[in-house]
């Protein structure tokens, strides 16, 4: 995903906490699994917990949700 330059400028922010806060906001609402959050914002899984957690972000996590970090994990081990 390529972020132009001016839009990351207006933000006053990095490239990499932009797309941390996109990747909250996914996460926020149900649009990406927690382990998809993670990987858009480029941070370990446990990292991205500890984000949601120092926001009082709750993890919905569910089984639907497992199954799918299952298959983006086999996919991304191939």
């Keep these: 995903m390529t972020i132009p330059a001016e839009i990351v400028q207006a933000t ?16 926020i609402q149900e649009k990406l699994t927690l ?11 446990f990292q991205f917990q ?6 009082d972000i709750p993890i919905h996590y569910d089984i ?3 199954q799918e970090d299952l298959k ?4 991304l081990g191939s």
């Design 12 to 27: 006053r922010m990095s490239e990499q906490e932009l797309l941390v806060e996109v990747a909250v906001m996914l996460f």
């Design 35 to 45: 382990g998809q959050a993670a990987l858009l914002a480029g941070k370990p899984q």
């Design 50 to 55: 500890a984000i949601l957690a120092s926001r």
């Design 64 to 66: 639907p949700e497992y």
């Design 72 to 75: 983006t994990i086999a996919r």
